[in-house]
């Protein structure tokens, strides 16, 4: 029987997943809200870039009622939104649902035992989506909506797939499989928590200080000073992964020095704070800090910088406390 996938948050990421896998012929149905679900309905998803321009018309809604059951869903929306997505797919989650989330920062299963209050208030979303559930990803590509009903593929084609427990297993391969027959590389890792860590390291330096400053990669890099705040946050998320039991396979040295090879390029949070959208603070900021707490690291440098961000967030949508 073909398997039946559902984009729970047909945004940029998740839309563009659903629109590669629907084109490969896959039965996939995307969930979306608003002017975006507005104009899909109406011309289906465009997808236009350097090397693909083409429209997939898999089945689009914007209500989840009624419109399982799922083999696999995809967590499409950014962290801070799945507080108010889990709920509504608890009902739609069987013993054999497989949930792939694709949010930045700590994934709010990180720590099954004991959640991370930043990115899982009250456990609202562990407890909607079970720990067995969970397949584990990193998203290693970047797109943008470009308008309603249009995303822009800029660079990238991998998704990294993994066991939260690093074992090898065959929902992981069936994941990889499709998502390979639909053009993405999806490699498969037994160190999905390292791999998080890595891209952490660069994300919890480089997103709150692109808002503050409104610089690219290549420009923090490349400015002394900010890059000494760059490398001082990174050394001390490198101690909440020591404190963990994580040694990590990049060096800090390699990590500034990837990102100025990425260039002139503008952080997810940057674009977000640009188009007056929430930024992605507490599963990428807040939770390394509220980790660094939990474990007794001191993090000064992190602390600052989240600090004047998370205010920022709140002056730039004109939010008041």
Avoid at 138 to 148: G, Q
Avoid at 225 to 249: H, S, W, Y
Wanted: with cysteine; proline share 5%; charged share 20%.
């Amino acid at each position: 029987m073909a398997m039946k996938y559902l984009i729970a948050g047909a945004g940029a990421i998740g839309g563009y997943i659903g629109a590669k896998m629907s084109q490969a012929g896959y039965d996939v149905t995307l969930f979306a809200r608003g002017p975006h679900l507005a104009a899909m309905q109406q011309h289906g998803l465009k997808i236009i870039g350097e090397t693909e321009n083409f429209t997939a018309h898999p089945r689009i809604i914007g209500d989840l009622k009624d419109s399982g059951p799922f083999d696999v869903i995809f967590l499409g929306v950014k962290a801070h939104g799945l507080t108010q997505l889990a709920p509504q797919l608890k009902a739609l989650i069987t013993d054999t649902t497989t949930v792939v989330g694709t949010q930045n920062g700590i994934p709010f299963w990180f720590f099954p035992d004991q959640p991370l209050e930043r990115v899982d208030p009250g456990g609202i979303v562990s407890a909607s989506i079970p720990y067995k559930n969970v397949l584990a990803s990193i998203v290693y590509f970047a797109t943008d909506i470009a308008e309603p009903g249009v995303i822009r593929h800029n660079e990238g084609n991998r998704i990294s797939l993994g066991e939260p427990d690093g074992s090898r297993s065959d929902r992981a391969r069936a994941v990889a499989e499709a998502l390979i027959k639909s053009g993405l590389r999806a490699p498969i890792t037994a160190r999905i928590k390292h791999e998080i860590f890595v891209k952490i390291l660069g994300n919890v330096a480089f997103n709150p200080l692109s808002a503050l400053t409104r610089a690219t990669l290549a420009q923090m890099v490349r400015d002394s000073e900010v890059c000494t705040i760059v490398r001082n946050i990174m050394t001390e998320a490198e101690a909440v992964a020591a404190k963990l039991g994580m040694e990590l396979p990049v060096s800090i040295d390699q990590r500034i020095a990837g990102a100025e090879k990425v260039g002139e390029h503008k952080t997810s949070m940057l674009q977000d704070l640009e188009a007056g959208r929430p930024m992605e603070i507490e599963a990428i900021a807040g939770a390394v800090v509220e980790l660094g707490d939990r474990l007794g690291v001191p993090m000064p440098h992190t602390k600052t910088v989240y600090a004047a961000t998370r205010l920022l967030d709140q002056t730039a949508r004109g939010v008041t406390k």
